[in-house]
């Protein structure tokens, strides 16, 4: 069973179509949730942590939030350059391994 | 500040032969991490160090792969022999302490044939 669920698998959006991204999780006792990007052929990208349900966090035109069950990622006026593989993780304790999800590839179109 | 740096960037070798990719992390980063990734998948940890000490390896097909951190700074790791169903991309990713924010690599793309 997997512990880290992300949806949509692909997401294709205009350029200025605001949207959202979801990452649901299953064990409780969470400790942090991460958000990274990945581009084609490169490492992740670190974006956010969330340690505690109703935090935000936001970056340029993302905005990441935190519920006792999920995150999502939101998306204001996506671009282009926006396009990419967003992966969320989970930590359960301190210390352990990530437990990342299979992503969500956005695709955003001029 | 240099990110994470891995080599070699790409690699192919025939089904039971060994391969082994270098890692330095960022400097003063005392957590270094190997993740597995599968076309499609996200990344899964195979061993993780504190210094030069293993903190978890239990996803670590120890029958053929194996790691270490000599020092606490670079790391090595390497398979041997290699299967077709090892063909992934090897990410080393560091942080500067247990719990704190992780940063990867370019990683290490491994085709197996």
């Known amino acids: 069973e997997d512990q880290v669920t992300q949806s949509p698998e692909a997401l294709r959006l205009q350029e200025g179509e605001s949207s959202s991204l979801n990452c649901s999780y299953t064990v409780s006792g969470l400790r942090g949730l991460f958000w990274y990007r990945q581009d084609p052929g490169k490492g992740p990208e670190f974006l956010f942590t969330l340690y505690s349900a109703g935090e935000e966090k936001e970056k340029e035109r993302l905005k990441a939030t935190l519920t006792k069950k999920e995150s999502f990622l939101h998306i204001t006026a996506p671009k282009p350059e926006d396009s990419a593989t967003y992966l969320c993780?989970?930590?359960?304790?301190?210390?352990?391994?990530?437990?990342f999800g299979k992503g969500t590839t956005l695709s955003v179109s001029s | 500040e240099a990110g994470v740096a891995q080599s070699p960037r790409y690699k192919i070798i025939e089904k039971r032969q060994s391969v082994a990719f270098w890692c330095n992390p960022i400097s003063g980063h005392a957590t270094l991490y190997w993740y597995q990734q599968i076309l499609g998948q996200g990344p899964k940890l195979l061993i993780q160090f504190q210094n030069n000490g293993v903190v978890d390896d239990s996803q670590l097909p120890k029958d053929r792969f194996s790691a270490e951190r000599l020092k606490g700074v670079d790391s090595t790791l390497k398979i041997q022999p290699a299967k077709l169903e090892d063909s992934a991309v090897y990410l080393c990713?560091?942080?500067?302490?247990?719990?704190?924010?992780?940063?990867f690599g370019p990683g290490t793309r491994l085709t197996v044939t």
């Open positions: 990713a560091s942080s500067l302490a247990l719990s704190h924010e992780q940063y």
């Open positions: 993780a989970v930590q359960y304790q301190a210390g352990t391994a990530l437990i």
